[in-house]
């Protein structure tokens, strides 16, 4: 009997062949029974608790998978390409991930009779690009000239993304208030010059636009209540200047002969403060907002020139004031010069629930908004956050790539029935593997059926039999309990929507087909966490 070679270190685990396949996709389709019922209109919301003890409600799949702790390799690339619809486009996240567990549970049964994961992974690929030339065929371009039917897409398009959400009861006065917030960017639609700030209390409906820039007061000293707090037409110093007394280092040392010489020093220390100050009162500017704090002299002699000013402002939200109202950040007052100072029409602070905050409105320059968010809980504030956000993605998708396509499931029946026709077409394997990838698309108008809780049964024949009859955007009809052309009642996505989930879901089902082995190496030796840092002893 010949000896066994061991050549992977002991404790090693590795398994591999058939088993090890099957394995991993059992492991995805966990992960897509986890957000499975938060999908469409009627989704249920998931409570997490994380390890600090912070609690998250949300129906978002990327939110749902990036807290949960996954941890084993193959699932989670499910995980990752959640991250990615996310991050790339918006929505979907949820979809991808029921897609590409479905694709995977389609072949489950073939690969355990024994067909090579490779001749499935080149019938998934064939079968990707048929898709994706359909979804350009048949989806539906936009004319961006006319603007008022570019405006009516775009609300529809963010309506359909909010319908599935926590604030759904509100989409209607959220698609609005997103579709202006990304129609004031400028052609390269920046995210991050759409400021969102929450603020407990209130109504959800209560939720403004401000088209400008609005942020919460900052820490103030005494004398800022004299300050007056409305401008029109002011002129903005924006600064990166500390205008406070400093202290002393640590163990600095003056030696001094007599009192003089001290109070020269003295004088000396409030002259420098002074002097900033007049220049900066000089240069014209009304309204001073300094990244670094301004102290209880600078504020009280601001406030005694009719001068407003705030510190500590936080560094995004100064960017963002200087983008909407011109002028450069300066980090001396030696040059103040009035091209650097901003200009808007109108400056206030103003009371919004238990917080005040400063508004700049009227920016001759504004390539950017602020939504500030109201509402009851945090956990709610924090949801609508990422509601709007998905919806923001969307709507600036839409305007980027010129074409939608029907939601509701409409879309997914539609390529079911093109694939399922083309397999009977062709002969071989792929013909069975085609057909299968016909059915994983079916998975979609199901589960909103079944998350609605209808006969999903029923209503995917009737969408068979419309789609067979040439009905392409019929789909599943929530409100009524049956289906209905999703084209006509406006539940519209943009189509890199849906090219770009099919694609990420199959490149992932093929990835994890494509694996046939996995080796896990051990621990290294020692107790975790018990890593010796400094001045650390050895435990007795």
Same mark, same amino acid.
């Given at each position: 009997?010949?000896?066994?070679?061991?050549?992977?270190?002991?404790?090693?685990?590795?398994?591999?062949?058939?088993?090890?396949?099957?394995?991993?996709?059992?492991?995805?389709?966990?992960?897509?029974?986890?957000?499975?019922?938060?999908?469409?209109?009627?989704?249920?919301?998931?409570?997490?608790?994380?390890?600090?003890?912070?609690?998250?409600?949300?129906?978002?799949?990327?939110?749902?998978?990036?807290?949960?702790?996954?941890?084993?390799?193959?699932?989670?690339?499910?995980?990752?390409?959640?991250?990615?619809?996310?991050?790339?486009?918006?929505?979907?996240?949820?979809?991808?991930?029921?897609?590409?567990?479905?694709?995977?549970?389609?072949?489950?049964?073939?690969?355990?009779?024994?067909?090579?994961? @490779?001749? #499935? &992974?080149? %019938?998934?690929?064939?079968?990707?690009?048929?898709? =994706?030339? $359909? /979804?350009?065929?048949?989806?539906? !371009?936009?004319?961006?000239?006319?603007?008022?039917?570019?405006?009516?897409?775009?609300?529809?398009?963010?309506?359909?993304?909010?319908?599935?959400?926590?604030?759904?009861?509100?989409?209607?006065?959220?698609?609005?208030?997103?579709?202006?917030?990304?129609?004031?960017?400028?052609?390269?639609?920046?995210?991050?010059?759409?400021?969102?700030?929450?603020?407990?209390?209130?109504?959800?409906?209560?939720?403004?636009?401000?088209?400008?820039?609005?942020?919460?007061?900052?820490?103030?000293?005494?004398?800022?209540?004299?300050?007056?707090?409305?401008?029109?037409?002011?002129?903005?110093?924006?600064?990166?200047?500390?205008?406070?007394?400093?202290?002393?280092?640590?163990?600095?040392?003056?030696?001094?002969?007599?009192?003089?010489?001290? @109070?020269? #020093? &003295?004088? %000396?220390?409030?002259?420098?403060?002074?002097?900033? =100050?007049? $220049? /900066?009162?000089?240069?014209?500017? !009304?309204?001073?907002?300094?990244?670094?704090?301004?102290?209880?002299?600078?504020?009280?002699?601001?406030?005694?020139?009719?001068?407003?000013?705030?510190?500590?402002?936080?560094?995004?939200?100064?960017?963002?004031?200087?983008?909407?109202?011109?002028?450069?950040?300066?980090?001396?007052?030696?040059?103040?010069?009035?091209?650097?100072?901003?200009?808007?029409?109108?400056?206030?602070?103003?009371?919004?629930?238990?917080?005040?905050?400063?508004?700049?409105?009227?920016?001759?320059?504004?390539?950017?908004?602020?939504?500030?968010?109201?509402?009851?809980?945090?956990?709610?504030?924090?949801?609508?956050?990422?509601?709007?956000?998905?919806?923001?993605?969307?709507?600036?998708?839409?305007?980027?790539?010129?074409?939608?396509?029907?939601?509701?499931?409409?879309?997914?029946?539609?390529?079911?029935?093109?694939?399922?026709?083309?397999?009977?077409?062709?002969?071989?394997?792929?013909?069975?593997?085609?057909?299968?990838?016909?059915?994983?698309?079916?998975?979609?108008?199901?589960?909103?059926?079944?998350?609605?809780?209808?006969?999903?049964?029923?209503?995917?024949?009737?969408?068979?039999?419309?789609?067979?009859?040439?009905?392409?955007?019929?789909?599943?009809?929530?409100?009524?309990?049956?289906?209905?052309?999703?084209?006509?009642?406006?539940?519209?996505?943009?189509?890199?929507?849906?090219?770009?989930?099919?694609?990420?879901?199959?490149?992932?089902?093929?990835?994890?087909?494509?694996?046939?082995?996995?080796?896990?190496?051990?621990?290294?030796?020692?107790?975790?966490?018990?890593?010796?840092?400094?001045?650390?002893?050895?435990?007795?």
């Amino acid at each position: 009997m010949q000896p066994a070679i061991i050549l992977l270190k002991e404790g090693t685990e590795a398994s591999q062949g058939k088993s090890q396949i099957v394995s991993n996709i059992t492991a995805c389709q966990v992960i897509s029974d986890a957000v499975r019922t938060t999908l469409g209109p009627r989704g249920m919301d998931k409570l997490i608790v994380d390890g600090g003890g912070r609690v998250t409600i949300s129906n978002d799949g990327a939110t749902i998978l990036k807290l949960l702790d996954v941890v084993h390799p193959a699932a989670k690339t499910l995980v990752e390409i959640a991250k990615s619809q996310d991050a790339e486009v918006g929505d979907g996240t949820t979809s991808v991930t029921l897609i590409a567990a479905e694709f995977l549970k389609q072949v489950k049964s073939f690969i355990e009779e024994g067909v090579h994961p @490779q001749v #499935i &992974v080149k %019938a998934y690929r064939k079968a990707t690009q048929l898709v =994706l030339s $359909k /979804i350009q065929e048949i989806s539906i !371009k936009i004319e961006k000239e006319d603007k008022k039917q570019l405006r009516e897409l775009l609300e529809k398009c963010a309506a359909t993304t909010l319908s599935s959400k926590l604030v759904a009861a509100e989409k209607d006065f959220f698609s609005k208030m997103v579709v202006d917030a990304v129609m004031s960017l400028d052609e390269l639609l920046p995210l991050d010059m759409i400021g969102i700030k929450k603020v407990t209390g209130g109504a959800l409906a209560d939720s403004r636009l401000i088209a400008g820039v609005a942020f919460k007061k900052t820490f103030s000293y005494a004398g800022f209540e004299m300050q007056p707090k409305k401008y029109e037409s002011p002129k903005i110093a924006l600064l990166n200047v500390e205008l406070e007394l400093k202290s002393e280092k640590e163990n600095a040392e003056i030696r001094l002969d007599n009192v003089q010489e001290y @109070q020269a #020093i &003295v004088d %000396a220390e409030w002259a420098i403060l002074y002097n900033k =100050l007049q $220049k /900066i009162h000089d240069s014209g500017a !009304k309204v001073v907002l300094s990244k670094l704090p301004i102290g209880d002299v600078a504020t009280q002699w601001f406030a005694d020139r009719d001068m407003f000013c705030a510190g500590r402002v936080v560094e995004d939200d100064m960017r963002r004031t200087m983008k909407a109202c011109g002028g450069a950040i300066q980090t001396s007052v030696e040059s103040m010069t009035d091209d650097v100072l901003g200009r808007c029409e109108s400056f206030q602070e103003e009371q919004v629930g238990g917080e005040r905050y400063n508004l700049f409105t009227g920016c001759p320059q504004a390539k950017t908004c602020t939504l500030i968010l109201r509402g009851g809980a945090e956990q709610f504030i924090d949801e609508t956050e990422r509601s709007l956000h998905d919806a923001i993605m969307i709507v600036r998708r839409a305007i980027k790539n010129d074409a939608v396509v029907a939601g509701g499931g409409a879309i997914e029946m539609e390529l079911s029935r093109y694939l399922r026709d083309y397999s009977r077409t062709i002969a071989g394997k792929e013909q069975i593997l085609i057909g299968a990838m016909a059915k994983a698309f079916e998975c979609i108008p199901r589960q909103l059926c079944d998350n609605a809780g209808f006969d999903a049964t029923n209503i995917l024949n009737k969408l068979r039999q419309k789609h067979s009859q040439g009905g392409t955007w019929y789909g599943v009809d929530i409100n009524s309990e049956d289906i209905a052309d999703n084209l006509e009642a406006c539940v519209w996505e943009p189509a890199i929507v849906k090219s770009n989930a099919i694609t990420a879901a199959s490149e992932a089902a093929c990835l994890i087909l494509s694996v046939d082995e996995t080796v896990k190496n051990p621990q290294s030796g020692g107790q975790p966490g018990m890593g010796r840092g400094r001045g650390r002893g050895i435990p007795r």
